[in-house]
T-cell receptor, first 114, second 117 residues
Framework: DAGVTQSPTHLIKTRGQQVTLRCSPK?????VSWYQQALGQGPQFIFQ???????QRGNFPDRFSGHQFPNYSSELNVNALLLGDSALYLC?????????????FGPGTRLTVT | AQKVTQAQTEISVVEKEDVTLDCVYE???????LFWYKQPPSGELVFLIR??????QNEISGRYSWNFQKSTSSFNFTITASQVVDSAVYFC??????????????FGAGTQVVVTP
């Protein structure tokens, strides 16, 4: 049973560019959440997708957008990259209404903005 | 608004010593889940334990145990007989349980645990 997978593992971008990160949830999960973890800090919630719609959003600007596909996989897009966007981006999946209240995280994508 | 505080930045112990990590939380919801995750240098967050707000029974799972006290809003975590492989950053997290809130985890800043042989 595959867990949460993310691609790419590492990414280097230049300030002002755009980036797309990808996530496949754990088998059987229908909800995907994205987190940003700056160096030395705890993960910060960006947004959550369920039934192909954004259901919750944290305090992140509109430069951060996402999408969920019918197969529950998800993308995180960041436009007009800033140096401060350099971080580990974590994807997490869970099952709404499953009663288990578990959330599993992927290995992350480390984004460096130069 | 939710808030999770891990006051300990780093804890260093010698192998076989016990390690207790503190976590204090704030939430206005009456139903919520609390979690502990481990993050080794590889970066992946590994789920360790969870506890819901309506069950204050404390448990032990292998070398892990936890002490949930709703009256003081604390959810402390203990590793018994620590091993070098326990070296990692440990995060406490909270998620409210309403349908629209589930999955929006509020994490603490993390506690670095260093276990030396």
């Amino acid at each position: 049973d595959a867990g949460v997978t993310q691609s790419p593992t590492h990414l280097i971008k230049t300030r002002g560019q755009q980036v797309t990160l990808r996530c496949s949830p754990k088998s059987g999960h229908d909800t995907v959440s994205w987190y940003q973890q700056a160096l030395g800090q705890g993960p910060q919630f960006i947004f959550q997708y369920y039934e192909e719609e954004e259901r919750q959003r944290g305090n992140f600007p509109d430069r951060f957008s996402g999408h969920q596909f019918p197969n529950y996989s998800s993308e995180l897009n960041v436009n007009a990259l800033l140096l401060g966007d350099s971080a580990l981006y974590l994807c997490a999946s869970s099952l709404v209404g499953g009663g288990r209240y578990e959330q599993y995280f992927g290995p992350g994508t480390r984004l460096t903005v130069t | 608004a939710q808030k999770v505080t891990q006051a300990q930045t780093e804890i260093s112990v010698v192998e076989k010593e016990d390690v207790t990590l503190d976590c204090v939380y704030e939430t206005r919801d009456t139903t919520y889940y609390l979690f502990w995750y481990k993050q080794p240098p590889s970066g992946e967050l590994v789920f360790l334990i969870r506890r819901n707000s309506f069950d204050e029974q404390n448990e032990i799972s292998g070398r892990y145990s936890w002490n949930f006290q709703k009256s003081t809003s604390s959810f402390n975590f203990t590793i018994t007989a620590s091993q070098v492989v326990d070296s990692a950053v440990y995060f406490c997290a909270l998620s409210e349980l309403s349908t629209d809130s589930w999955g929006k985890f509020q994490f603490g800043a993390g506690t670095q645990v260093v276990v030396t042989p």
